[in-house]
């Protein structure tokens, strides 16, 4: 038996974080280790700032791996610590030291900031140079970036030097010629009224002695471009130009730290980002580039002094970064098709992405190359971009003529697989190289999954792709079409899902702030966070509908069950309290009749459509009871019993009014029983009826789905539940109208927004709403992982220190292969029929136990080679690996 290993070390949920937001953060492990029944029996961690213990935990008797806080001399600002741990095992057999982690404090005080916000001085219209040509003209009144630079000098090389960044708008830092980090869109989109994120960077490599240039190039992104869909209020959500704010910390030999930050020292001048927005794209020209403009010596006599400025309405607040950056990530050959009817040559990268394209080129001086992007192509093979609505999502280049050249836009993203290359004359395809870059926060990726269909292996893929591509820096309902939107159903239905794919606390204890800063002072939680562009029509955010302003609710309960992570819940406790008595004052009666909003209901269901009221109350029945375990989590006992009562009082109401004594509910829809079964709302003997009610609607729709987006999460869990796992396969397997393989045998390589976004009868689904990159109906995936592979979190035991595992065989399915990389460390699930066996091989990771659920009793088992005395179909195993046989 080997020792055990602390792997994955977490500080904050980052590797490494770049800057705390509190003064004691909390760190994490999982373990490896070999043979069975491992346990951490005790821990010890160290944290460093250099040579300086700043606290050494001492050997603590536990086994919590899990958000272990500081304790140490209160952490300065501007510092960097490195951390390990050890461990002890059962036998009380030490570990060795992990390898070491980092992480720098940040500015963590407003005080620490002394740099200022700056921006180029106003001019009109889109930025325009006096004397005014029209370089930067556009019909969108789109500005150009602005390229910001600053000499300074040094006596010295600093042995240690640190980049604090933030824009309102975007930024591309650079020092000394050479960009620093590898972040795009950064510092990301939050409301910029109330609190912008900065980003630190380690640039002690790019200092030297003597003289030295920092420069930043800023563009539009969500602070001033175009977001959304309403062209009564395009752009300027936030504010008309974009601005930065810099400070650079040089420490050198003798302890002394130097500042250079961003002031009226700098200058600004635009450059060849003519414009770049998410939905027009972005033009540059070649010609108007500034080589050296970072670097010291570049004469910058014709530059601008900048203005130093007070952003409207108050400066926001600044907050280190909490989620991972976004970052180009994986890279796709762009292959020739055919030339289109437009003249331009059609070019498929094999992947829907969110991105943009890189070109390589040689071209003549003033040639311009032309991309536009789509998602498909229609019957005729041209480009479609009808579904993009005002997003124009085309990118011009306009070359130099010197040799090869390179190009990639950089403050805009578009959704697409397609391009239109539109060449200049005398150009030819072969001049041209394509490459499609995908972009998006980039969380590590928590597990895999092969089965024994081919159909199902890509709609896993169309899954994860859907989530990479609606990661950027909020989850977003589309990346492609004048949306891009944080929406919380789509999110709320989808992050059980999304859990599995990728690790995505930090990404949610990001956008927890934006929702919460986007509550409305009457308690009310909103469709979409950030929230200020969505509705024109309004000064305030947009209240959310059931199932959508409910997401915060849902998200924080399975936050906890994923991570075991109860900073989050107390952090935003209080909000969601606020949310709950919004509903309940609206509606003394217990029906969720009042405060609905834009009650989207069961949103883009097909076939009947569900009431929407019984809809709204059913998931009243849920955040009440979800309440009631959150209350008991956080310590609140007072409030366990009140919303349990509150639930029950709503479930009598639902009964009262939509359930018949046959246990029919009101509209007869499918979404209608899964979502009583589900939420547990009905007493047993109307749960039975109300179960053969769902077989009953599967039969009348040929054995189809029909559910929308709130229904589509419960269909596969539900039909496994109440013993009918069989049913949920059919769905799972279908490849006709409507399900997931019915896109699939079309080509998709994401999840559609709509069953029927393209169909042979119809066509396209109506250009107002038709994405082909929505993760809603992704949430399918959830009962992949924790079902069919059987790697479910236990609510009794947060954070996966016990998994359920609960798999479900299937002999069409064939095989299935999978991994977790839990909280605690990687769980793995293989399963494969031959025969009228099936084995499944199963690993569950030191400090674990698994609760095995299995259709029937096992004719085997065995603890690696060893066998074990057989039991019935329920056991608890400690970590190791098994294998099980079952008849079948
Ligand atoms: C979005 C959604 C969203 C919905 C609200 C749509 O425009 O794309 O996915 O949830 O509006 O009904």
Not at 128 to 137: H, L, M, S
Not at 293 to 298: D, L, Q, V
Not at 318 to 325: N, T, V
Not at 659 to 673: E, L, N, W
């Amino acid at each position: 038996m080997t020792k055990l290993r602390p792997i994955a070390l977490r500080c904050e949920h980052h590797a490494a974080p770049m800057g705390l937001n509190r003064p004691a953060p909390r760190f994490d492990w999982a373990l490896d280790g070999d043979g069975h029944n491992r346990c951490q029996s005790a821990y010890r961690l160290v944290v460093r700032a250099g040579e300086n213990v700043l606290w050494d935990s001492g050997k603590v008797q536990s086994a919590q791996a899990r958000q272990i806080e500081y304790a140490g001399t209160a952490l300065a600002s501007d510092l960097r610590c490195t951390w390990s741990v050890m461990v002890w095992d059962e036998e009380n057999v030490a570990s060795d030291w992990s390898d070491a982690q980092h992480f720098c404090t940040g500015l963590m005080h407003p005080e620490d900031w002394r740099a200022q916000w700056i921006a180029r001085y106003f001019v009109l219209p889109a930025g325009r140079e006096a004397p005014a040509d029209n370089t930067y003209d556009n019909r969108w009144q789109a500005r150009p970036a602005d390229h910001l630079r600053r000499d300074f000098a040094t006596v010295e090389r600093p042995v240690r030097a640190t980049a604090y960044v933030s824009a309102l708008g975007l930024y591309e830092l650079y020092l000394n010629g050479a960009r620093v980090g590898d972040a795009v869109m950064a510092p990301g989109w939050t409301d910029y009224h109330q609190r912008v994120e900065y980003q630190s960077y380690d640039v002690t490599d790019l200092v030297g002695a003597g003289a030295n240039t920092i420069g930043a190039l800023i563009g539009e992104g969500w602070y001033s471009g175009r977001v959304g869909h309403n062209q009564r209020r395009a752009g300027n959500h936030y504010g008309g130009r974009p601005a930065l704010l810099c400070q650079l910390h040089l420490e050198y030999a003798d302890g002394r730290v130097e500042t250079i930050v961003s002031d009226g020292q700098w200058t600004t001048s635009q450059g060849p980002v003519c414009y770049s927005d998410f939905l027009m794209g972005e033009q540059y020209d070649a010609r108007l580039e500034m080589p050296g403009w970072s670097e010291p010596g570049f004469d910058a006599s014709g530059w601008q002094p900048v203005e130093v400025f007070v952003p409207d309405p108050r400066p926001p607040r600044l907050e280190a970064s909490r989620g991972p950056q976004v970052r180009e990530t994986v890279r796709f050959a762009g292959r020739y098709l055919r030339q289109a009817k437009t003249g331009g040559h059609i070019y498929d990268f094999g992947q829907n992405i969110a991105g943009y394209v890189a070109l390589e080129l040689s071209g003549k001086v003033g040639d311009r190359f032309t991309l536009r992007h789509g998602e498909v192509l229609d019957g005729e093979g041209e480009l479609y971009v009808a579904n993009l609505r005002h997003a124009v999502a085309t990118d011009h280049y306009i070359a130099k003529g010197e040799g090869r050249e390179r190009f990639k836009p950089r403050f805009t993203f578009h959704g697409f697989r397609y391009v239109e290359l539109t060449l200049p004359d005398g150009a030819s395809p072969d001049d041209v190289t394509l490459t499609g870059i995908a972009i998006h926060n980039d969380l590590p990726v928590t597990a895999s999954m092969r089965t024994g269909s081919d159909m199902v292996n890509q709609l896993l893929s169309n899954i994860e792709w859907s989530q990479r591509d609606n990661f950027i820096s909020v989850p977003t309902d589309c990346p492609q079409r004048d949306e891009r939107y944080g929406w919380s159903a789509d999110a709320q239905v989808f992050w059980k899902t999304a859990g599995y794919v990728m690790d995505v606390s930090a990404f949610l204890q990001k956008w927890f702030e934006d929702i919460a800063e986007a509550q409305l002072p009457d308690g009310a939680f909103t469709d979409v966070a950030p929230s200020k562009p969505l509705n024109p029509y309004r000064i305030t955010a947009q209240p959310g509908a059931p199932g959508w302003g409910d997401a915060p609710v849902i998200l924080a309960w399975q936050h906890w069950l994923r991570y075991g992570d109860r900073a989050l819940l107390e952090r935003h406790f209080d909000r969601l309290v606020a949310w709950l008595k919004h509903i309940a004052d609206a509606n003394p009666d217990h029906l969720r009749v009042n405060a609905v909003y834009n009650n989207y209901g069961d949103w883009l269901s097909v076939g009947p459509a569900s009431d929407r009221t019984m809809v709204a109350t059913a998931y009243w029945v849920l955040v009440a009871d979800l309440m009631a375990k959150l209350s008991g989590v956080v310590g609140r006992t007072d409030l366990v019993t009140h919303y349990a009562a509150q639930a029950n009082a709503v479930r009598t109401a639902f009964i009262a009014t939509f359930v018949d004594g046959d246990g029919r509910i009101a509209g007869d829809t499918q979404t209608a029983y899964l979502l009583a079964l589900d939420f547990a709302i009905l007493p047993s003997d109307l749960h039975q009826r109300a179960a053969a009610h769902l077989l009953r609607k599967l039969d009348e729709a040929e054995g189809h789905l029909q559910t929308g987006f709130l229904g589509v999460k419960h269909l596969c869990p539900v039909l496994s539940d109440i013993g009918s796992p069989q049913r949920a396969y059919d769905l799972l397997l279908n490849e006709t109208y409507p399900s997931w393989g019915f896109s699939i045998a079309q080509g998709a390589t994401t999840i559609w927004e709509r069953w029927d976004g393209w169909t042979r009868e119809n066509g396209f689904q109506s250009v107002s709403m038709n994405s082909f990159n929505h993760y809603a109906y992704g949430a399918v995936g959830e009962w992949l992982y924790a079902r069919v592979a059987g790697i479910d979190w236990d609510e009794d035991a947060p954070g996966f220190s016990s998994i359920r595992m609960r798999p479900l065989f299937d002999r069409r399915l064939g095989w299935i292969e999978a991994h977790y990389d839990a909280p605690t460390g990687r769980v793995e699930s293989a399963w494969r029929l031959a025969d009228e066996i099936v084995t499944w091989d199963i690993r569950i990771p030191p400090n674990c136990t698994g609760q095995i659920e299995l259709p029937r009793a096992p004719l085997s088992i065995c603890a690696g080679d060893t066998p074990l005395p057989l039991t019935g179909p329920i056991t608890t195993l400690g970590s190791g690996r098994y294998t099980f046989t079952l008849a079948i």
